[in-house]
């Protein structure tokens, strides 16, 4: 037995602590320990090396640390007579960062204790290993996400629990596998609970995907399990429609965030109008008689054309504004309208008489098209109590006119890409492709939904309910640097988006975020993040964002992030003891993988055969 011991010493044991400032430590490598791999019972073992973990033993703490470089000592005391080979004066002596120690429940990670000189070092064994990487929580279920990337075959399983109650950074340069990971660790977990009840019950997931990536039959998981909407604004009525409850269509933050309403004077006026009588109790003509009669406000001479192109779109009859607009004069001296031969100031019945008839004919009585959809007659009442409050002096047109002018088309838009429709989300993951919406929308429409979903989720506040928001390309619209857009608008965006990343976990909603561009992305949202897959990183501003979050990050696995290959990525956060690098493992069947290969040219530019 005691011989067995000694036999695993010997081999194991590396070298001897020769210095030790703070966390990191050097260790001095005996000189039989100079190969790259050993032999203990007929199994070849790696021998230490940058990137490797030893355990330094003082007394009967086992500490951890991980290897970040080397460098060669010359030895000082050097006599012939005891060194045969001048091979052997120079010892080795590796750079260590302590990371943890074994304690009573395994693997921990942080210090308790630092290490004393002459403290012996030695290799990790192999269930020591693996419980360095063994991220699995008591009560977690595992899910297999890919392997170690620096020991071939060795599995990373994940927990569960640790994962997806969380909000997870997926970072890397264009092309490095963020798309895929993501596609990858949700597929692994539908796989295990696609078909538990409680499952579909209680859990939502809803993915944004900017570049339809997501939207084929079977990528992540099949079609049945899925909602899924292709928007767009490009076709009137050929695509899919989200649905928009009419709760959130008749609300003034809906309207307020989808008009990109200022703070201070248009979403009031938003606010207002919402809550003011249906437009089946409105009268069409009430504006255009005020207008007309109102002789001390100064209001705009072309106010009541304007009113009447806008409004046209909801009349059942079709009005002649042309004749009206050759006929109604405005007399500046008098400041009144005149019709044929009547001043407003006069005879308004008269003037209004004469209006219809130019318009259609003395008795026109302005009537509302019947089949009105909900966002029409918004758009209709909005308009109404625009003119109706200017025209009153009640507001100020140069604040509003801008969102007026923006209503028209917004609507437009909107009617292509939602519905007015209580609960159409039936299965657990929703996704949701932005490819063909212009881009005004594709920032809008995201809050709107995000918005609408995490209102409700924190209304009911069910506590086994769960919502996760899953974004690809995140910068879109989580970045801060955006110049088309004012300061309260970007204010209001990132605020929502905040907000579901610092309060969100309480109510069960958590975020995953994708992006190439981590240093784009507002830094309140990075710090969040719990959980990080760090694909590879060029630039080196992208570099510093996640480098300033993420401060346990060792050196080694900084200096590997610009030289990641494809579809290996640094796992780091809460869930993992230690920084680990992975590839992830390959999604199978190959059509569940994001639909997004890099083109390949030659097979696009090469005939098979030469045409003569
Ligand atoms: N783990 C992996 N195994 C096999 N193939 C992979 C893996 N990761 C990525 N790939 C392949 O590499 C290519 C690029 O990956 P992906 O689209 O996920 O990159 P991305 O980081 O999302 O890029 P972008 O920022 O442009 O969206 C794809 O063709 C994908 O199939
Ligand atoms: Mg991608």
Known sequence: MNDKHTLKDSIFKIGRVISVKGRAVDIKVDKTKNTSHLLYKGELLKNISVGGYVK????????????????INEDKYFSKKEYGNEKEKISRVLNVSLLGFFGDKGF????????????ECFLLENDEFNEVHDFLKKGDEPITIGTLSLEKGQEIKVGINSLFASHIGI???????????LAKIYRELFKQYKDQKKFKQNAHFFLIDFNGEYVGDNVIIEKKYKNIFELSTREQNGKDKFPISEKNIKDHTFWTVFLTATEKTQAPFIKRTLKKDDIDNIKIENVIKNIITNQDRKIDKGVIFNYLEEIKQFLQ?????????SKLKYHATNNTYKIENYYANEQPDDVIKEIKKCLKDENYDFA??????????????????????????????????????????RINDLGKVVEVKDDGLTNFLTIVSLKEVNSDMTKIL???MCKQLYDDKKKKNKKETYLNFIIDEAHTILSYSSERESETWKDYRLETFEEIIKEGRKFGVFLTVASQRPSD??????????????????????ILAVEKTISYLDKVSFDYLPILPTGTCILAGLLAQVPVVIDI????????????????????????????
Not at 56 to 71: L, P, R, S
Not at 108 to 119: C, H, T
Not at 317 to 325: A, F, T, W, Y
């Open 56 to 71: 330094i033993i003082k007394g009967f703490t086992k500490i951890v640390g991980k290897v970040e470089g080397e460098y």
């Open 108 to 119: 921990e990670r942080g210090i308790k204790e630092l290490p004393l000189i002459d403290n």
């Open 171 to 181: 970072f890397g340069n264009t092309g490095s596998g963020k798309s895929y990971t």
């Open 317 to 325: 009859d079709e009005i002649n504004i042309g004749e009206l607009r």
């Open 368 to 409: 509302i098209k019947n089949d009105l959809s909900n966002l029409q007659k918004i758009h209709l009442k909005i308009i109404y109590y625009y003119y109706n409050e200017i025209e009153r002096g009640f507001s100020n047109q140069e604040h509003l006119a801008p969102l007026i002018k923006r209503l028209d088309k």
């Open 446 to 448: 995201p809050l709107l």
């Open 521 to 542: 992305i507002s830094s309140t949202i990075i710090s969040q993040l719990h959980n990080y897959f760090l694909h590879r990183l060029i630039n080196n501003n992208d």
């Open 585 to 612: 493992g390959t999604i199978e069947p190959k059509e569940q993988a994001p639909d997004n290969e890099t083109m390949k040219l030659i097979e696009n530019w090469k005939n098979d055969k030469v045409d003569d």
